[in-house]
Structures are given as C-alpha cells and as structure tokens.
C-alpha cells in the first residue's frame, strides 16, 4: 500500500491553486517590491508584461539608476529578464564594483538568474544594480529588469522541452518559428510563425487526452514552465509516479512562460515528473490546450559560471557565446582538437553543466588528472544547460576537473563542446 497522507493533503491545496507544496527551502524569494530593496529615479516600478515573479518587475533604460537590495546571508541571487531588447547592467556588492552583466538574449527568457554573489561573510550587505545605457551590439535596447532577487542564491537550471531528458508519448506538436501558428494559443494549427514568446524559442502543446510529456531529472526541486489561458485546459502531474496534482491552466489573461507547478523539497535524487492531458478544462476556458514550454531544476552545490576565474582555458575556446538559453545568458564553446578547460574547486562533489546537440561533439573527462570517460554530447535534439557529468563521493579538498574536445559522432554535424557552468557540492 502506498503511503501519500502527506501528498494526498497536498494534492488537495494544488487542485485549487495549481502549484505543489511550498518547503521553507522555497521561501527565499524576495520580490522586487519589498522593502529591502530600494530605488534610485530612473526605475518604472509595476511592469506586467511577462510572467514575472510575483506578478511584476522594475524595468528601466535611465542610465545611472540603480536598484540596492539589502540581506543578510552568504550569497544573493538577481532574477530578472533576457530579451533581444535588454541591455547591459553593472553589479557591486558592499559598494564594490564586481561585474558587467549583459542581459541581451536572441530569446525572451522570463524570470530566471542573472547574476548571483557567492562566498560573502555571513553578514549585512548591499547588492546594486546599476543600468549603464549600453547593449550589446546585437540587441536593440538597453532595458534592465529586477524581477526579484534569491536570498541565499538557489542553483537553478532551465531545461528546454526539446531537452533529451524530456521524453512525450503520440499528441503534441511542437511550435516555433519554423513550424506552427497559434492564432489564439489553441485552436487552428497551420504552418507559420509561432506568436509567442516561449523560452528559447520553442514550447509543445497538446490537446489530446492522455498525451504524456514526462521529464527525468536529478534535484531537489522542480518547476514545469508552461501557459495559461482562455484556451487551456487541466493537465494530470505525477511525481516519481504518484499522482500530484490536477492542474486547471485557465487564467483570463494570457501567461507565457509562466510556472504552473512546482514542487520542493525533494530528496537530492533522480526523479521522474509526468505532465498528462486530461482533455477536460475549465466550465470558462474554450479548449483543453496543455503547453510543455521548459523545466526549472533546483540543484544543490554553488554554481560556478563559465567565466569563473577558477577555470582556466586553453587555446581554441570561444566565451560569451549567447545563441542559446544558457546559464545567466552565455557559455563556452569549443570545436578545436585537444582543446582544454580545467576548473579547480574545493568541495566533495561537481556537475558539469554544457549542452546537447546536433553540432555537440565528443569530450574526455579528467578528475584529478585521471582519465575518468569519453562523453558524448551529441543529441538530436538541443539541450542547453544539460548537466553532461557528474562527480560525487570525492574526499573533502581541493580536485580539478578538466574537460577536453576530442571529435564528434559520426551522426554530429560538428565537434562543439559547451561548458556553460559547474555546480560544486561542498
């Protein structure tokens, strides 16, 4: 007999308010509107136009004006917005400048990391953010978005559905901008250009009873990015095979890139979430539509991003490469034979964070400078910020871990190898 009193309870609060049991691990949000944070003149406070974190963000383009959260803890996390309309912002903790952060990505992403400060005293400190009125060359504006900040930082991936860890069974199609149109994110799918501002770029969507989209994941919490609407309908969500939750997306409104489920707390293990439509909806909704538009995993460790000074590269790597949803916008990239990063890291444990691909080729892992694999990240679908390895169970000190480019699969079109990040375990 299984024992859910516990998710039974839960399940009951999430068939009312679509969202999965809250953990004190999910309290550290802090939004944008709280008292801690405060503002300079330049800021437009109450922005609505995405599916930002409580609701609404502060956005502005003034140069100078500048946002000061002020906490207490070891780290802080930024969470805002990349669009092909933002720009470039400077960070300081306690006063100091510590970083330019350029926000522009080819896709509007919603809600996710920014930048995080790690490795503070346990103390009071001050966290700025500054609009500096430059963009990157590519992007079109220079808008800087505060949506919230994570206070201590939370190390959070986001999985696009295209990712190869997500797996759907017959009746869902796939839109963007090569394949459908969604004239009122529902009803009518013909050949064009999607309307919507899915993450990346993509989303699949689904009225058929029970069509099944079911994502296996390691981490201690999870969040399914999705939609809500006048033409959505309710999904069945199982966790690890025990039914959740009965999810009603109807909203009046419509919310792209929203996060319709979460749930924390979990143990730091491999899980499985299954996302089933049920072909039923709201008595106010006009269809059953069901959206998989991407997967927020919550990890434990300190992520270090690819632009840590603890790694150290050799010739033929490219940074700042920004033509995917990468870890706080941007990554590494290699295609060069015998081409070598090593970071060097204190702790028990690390996640290598890359991508998957049609381009991604073949790389040879060393810890400690032992030959430990030769992975191969070669995938038919894309895969960013992909967790490609990991290491656990190491003695307490210090360890390297290199990675190095040695070809591709015959199936790849090319021998790329990505290192957006790593997530080191204490």
């Known amino acids: 007999m299984i024992k859910i009193a516990k998710r039974s309870y839960v399940a009951a609060l999430i068939s009312t308010f679509g969202l999965a049991w809250i953990s004190p691990q999910a309290l550290a949000r802090v939004e944008e509107t709280d008292p801690s944070v405060s503002y300079t003149v330049g800021w437009t406070q109450g922005d609505t136009s995405g599916t930002w974190s409580g609701g609404t963000a502060a956005v502005s383009t003034a140069a100078g004006a500048q946002a000061t959260i002020t906490f207490t803890g070891t780290s802080v996390s930024w969470i805002g917005g990349r669009t092909p309309q933002t720009g470039i912002a400077r960070v300081s903790v306690d006063g100091v400048f510590v970083s330019e952060v350029d926000t522009y990505s080819k896709t509007a992403e919603i809600r996710v990391p920014m930048f995080e400060a790690t490795g503070l005293a346990n103390a009071s400190h001050t966290f700025t953010i500054e609009v500096t009125g430059r963009q990157n060359a590519s992007a079109a504006g220079a808008l800087i978005v505060v949506d919230a900040f994570d206070v201590p930082a939370v190390t959070i991936s986001r999985l696009q559905e295209t990712d190869p860890s997500v797996s759907f069974s017959p009746g869902w199609i796939q839109d963007n901008p090569v394949v459908t149109l969604i004239p009122g994110v529902t009803t009518g799918f013909t050949q064009g250009i999607s309307l919507r501002t899915w993450s990346a770029g993509a989303a699949r969507l689904s009225t058929t009873p029970g069509a099944q989209a079911t994502f296996t994941f390691n981490g201690t919490g999870i969040s399914w990015i999705g939609a809500r609407g006048t033409q959505s309908g309710i999904a069945r969500v199982s966790l690890d095979g025990i039914l959740i939750a009965m999810v009603d997306l109807y909203s009046p409104t419509e919310q792209i ?29 006009q269809n059953a539509l069901i959206v998989v538009d991407a997967f927020e995993v919550t990890t434990s460790g300190t992520r270090h991003q690819d632009t840590d000074p603890a790694i150290a590269y050799g010739p033929g790597w490219i940074q700042g490469n920004r033509d995917k949803a990468y870890s ?18 204190t702790g028990t444990g690390i996640g290598w964070v890359g991508a998957r691909g049609p381009q991604c080729g073949i790389a040879r892992i060393f810890l400690d400078g032992a030959f430990v694999e030769d992975f191969d990240t070669y995938s038919q679908t894309e895969g960013p910020q992909h967790t490609d390895f990991t290491a656990s169970g190491l003695a307490a000190g210090t360890h390297t871990l290199t990675i190095q480019v040695i070809g591709k699969n015959p199936l790849a079109t090319d021998a790329w190898i990505l290192l957006d990040a790593f997530d080191v375990t204490p």
């Open 257 to 285: 890139q929203a996060e319709v489920f979460a749930a924390t707390g979990l143990a730091d293990t491999s899980h499985t979430l299954t996302i089933e439509g049920t072909g039923q909806q709201n008595a106010s909704s």
């Open 328 to 345: 706080e916008g941007a990554a590494a990239e290699s295609n060069t034979l015998g081409a070598q990063a090593t970071i060097t890291f």
